[in-house]
């Protein structure tokens, strides 16, 4: 019988010759590789990225629910609360959320594919956002909304995972630059659309809206998204080899030589290695999580600034968010064009492209600087009453740095962590979920005892600690990565 095209044969000699030990047939991409239509490397552009501007706008809405007028609960019927900063706990328990999803979310895609996860996923997260929508009272609200959280964030914990195994790494960058506009955009475009919604129609109305479109965008992904996860694509093309053939030996060229058990607790186990016993993800996740929850703080506090300071109604209270979305907007156009570049750079003058060459000075320098600029624009602005102009100016900068910083760290995390991008992603989104979900309830106690001015410039000072990090890893991560303490086994 004539060998399949799409094995590995290299495994199969002596096996002829030894019929008591059957040598594993490996299976892998048909070659060449490039032009194998089951490997998502081939893909044709045009569906690369149809399923990362799909996983985007999924994950635009998520976020967005978590600022979509969160208040309004509190401000309306039974759900008027003695507790003084409710409305900043139901932000909260949604961002807590997000930071025990991907601890379970992660793996899972790893051991069953990252479709399946997506889809699954999807359909709790509407049908829990309709069960805010039907809460009776604040318990079962937070239940669901942390529900929400802890469903809703898979396609920002496993979307660089997609994004890695579709996308070479030359243009990594640009792609998870756009998959971030609806991670970043969404809390900053959420208030805007809630808040209105809340105010016309009711609370209940803000979710069942939001709902309705999580349901059509559920849909829309079913058909849209297509697996991407090569061990598991390889292990199907096995499976399908053994029916066909009625030989039990093809095997995955990836597959690992542990049981299902084994397995699942390996993957369950690995962002929390990945987190606490790897200096690299330590350091990085540790700052990517300061500036998170100072965003959330700022988020869960523009309409008390706004408000109290300058006099503004709800609904222009909730428009104070466009200034930090078009900062955000300004940094993604620009690190989307030095990014790849420079990873092409390293390329087209024949050096080994090193994931240090994501934490250029170019996008580091800017990004790790700007982002405590803005906050004491913003809070000393505030804190002198000038026009509202200037503290909104302030927004739009700290929005431009932190869009820097995320997207560096995220692609050089991705680059270095290769084949479980999703796995180092999800560590990184457990510590900044913790962030977002913790910071922000401090947030007006912070303010009430230092002032605008000075609360900002703490949160400022402490951005700025961070911000050597990036230029170290950028000059000497090749050899920090190499140090004992940073090798795991995964």
Not at 99 to 122: F, I, K
Request: hydrophobic residues 50%; charged residues 15%; contains cysteine.
């Amino acid at each position: 019988m004539e060998e399949p095209k799409d094995v590995d044969t290299s495994s199969v000699s002596g096996a002829e010759a030894d019929d008591a030990a059957p040598a594993t047939i490996e299976v892998w991409w048909t070659e060449p590789e490039n032009a194998d239509p089951t490997n998502p490397m081939s893909w044709s552009s045009r569906k690369k990225w149809t399923n990362i501007l799909t996983i985007s706008a999924i994950s635009f809405l998520t976020p967005g629910v978590v600022h979509a007028g969160p208040g309004s609960p509190v401000r309306h019927g039974r759900f008027r609360h003695r507790l003084p900063r409710f409305a900043t706990f139901v932000v909260s328990i949604f961002v807590l959320g997000f930071a025990c999803g991907p601890l379970v979310l992660a793996p899972l895609s790893e051991l069953y594919g990252r479709v399946l996860v997506y889809h699954v996923t999807n359909v709790l997260f509407c049908i829990f956002t309709v069960a805010c929508a039907l809460a009776r009272g604040p318990a079962m609200l937070l239940a669901f909304r942390f529900l929400s959280g802890f469903a809703g964030v898979a396609t920002i914990t496993i979307g660089s995972g997609t994004i890695a195994d579709v996308m070479p790494r030359e243009r990594r960058g640009r792609a998870v630059s756009i998959w971030s506009v609806g991670t970043i955009l969404g809390p900053m475009v959420g208030p805007i659309i809630g808040g209105y919604v809340a105010d016309v129609a009711g609370w209940r109305w803000m979710f069942w809206i939001m709902a309705i479109v999580v349901g059509v965008v559920t849909v829309i992904a079913y058909f849209v998204l297509e697996e991407t996860y090569p061990p598991v694509l390889l292990e199907r093309k096995a499976a399908r080899l053994r029916k066909e053939t009625g030989n039990p030996h093809y095997r995955s060229k990836l597959a690992l030589d542990l049981t299902p058990t084994q397995l699942f607790t390996r993957s369950i186990l690995r962002p929390t290695k990945m987190l606490l016993c790897c200096p690299i993800v330590t350091v990085m996740c540790t700052y990517v999580a300061i500036l998170y929850g100072t965003l959330y703080l700022l988020f869960s506090t523009y309409s008390f600034v706004f408000k109290e300071v300058y006099g503004f109604s709800t609904t222009a209270a909730g428009l104070v968010f466009l200034a930090g979305g078009m900062g955000t907007l300004a940094g993604l156009a620009y690190i989307a064009n030095f990014s790849d570049r420079s990873v092409r750079k390293y390329a087209a003058a024949g050096k080994p492209v090193l994931p240090e060459a994501r934490l250029p000075l170019v996008i580091t320098v800017p990004g790790a600087l700007t982002f405590p600029l803005g906050l004491f624009v913003y809070g000393w602005s505030a804190e002198a009453r000038v026009h509202w102009i200037v503290p909104q100016i302030g927004t739009a900068i700290t929005g431009f740095g932190s869009i820097l910083v995320f997207v560096a760290v995220q692609t050089y995390l991705i680059d270095a962590f290769e084949g479980h991008a999703a796995s180092v992603v999800g560590a990184n989104a457990v510590l900044r979920g913790l962030a977002g979900a913790l910071i922000p309830l401090g947030g007006l106690g912070l303010y009430e005892a230092l002032g605008w001015g000075w609360g900002n410039s703490l949160l400022g000072f402490v951005a700025l600690l961070f911000a050597p990090i990036l230029w170290i890893l950028g000059a000497h991560g090749a050899r920090i990565r190499d140090m004992k303490s940073n090798k795991l086994e995964l």
